[in-house]
Nanobody, 123 residues
Framework: QVQLQESGGGSVQSGGSLRLSCAASGYTYASYCMGWFRQAPGKEREEIAIIGSDGSTRYAESVKGRFTISRDNAKNTLYLQMNNLKLEDTAMYYC?????????????????WGQGTQVTVSS
């Protein structure tokens, strides 16, 4: 089983930046699709960014051009660089590993999930 732990969240003013990290342990996750998701109060969980084992990526339109997902397989760590943060980016951010599907599907039907890290953007 893969254990995931997010870090790097916090409070930031609009226009600022944060870098989230997700450390994986238990087994190497080099072959997994990895992703970042977020959920704001009263809203559905939203897929933000996905990265395949070959480094291929896809992003939600709302964050494209502002966020960058990357992975360091040697460190079993996933990253999300968030720039030009907006008020609507406020949410709990979760990392996940797709247990059953690879790129380009990466549907996260069965996934390992972290506990989440809060990102709050203020004006």
């Amino acid at each position: 089983q893969v254990q995931l732990q997010e870090s790097g969240g916090g409070s930031v003013q609009s226009g600022g930046s944060l870098r989230l990290s997700c450390a994986a342990s238990g087994y190497t996750y080099a072959s997994y699709c990895m992703g970042w998701f977020r959920q704001a109060p009263g809203k559905e969980r939203e897929e933000i960014a996905i990265i395949g084992s070959d480094g291929s990526t896809r992003y939600a339109e709302s964050v494209k051009g502002r966020f960058t997902i990357s992975r360091d397989n040697a460190k079993n760590t996933l990253y999300l660089q968030m720039n030009n943060l907006k008020l609507e980016d406020t949410a709990m951010y979760y990392c996940a590993a797709d247990r059953t599907t690879g790129w380009p599907r990466c549907i996260f039907r069965y996934s390992y999930w972290g506990q989440g890290t809060q990102v709050t953007v203020s004006s």
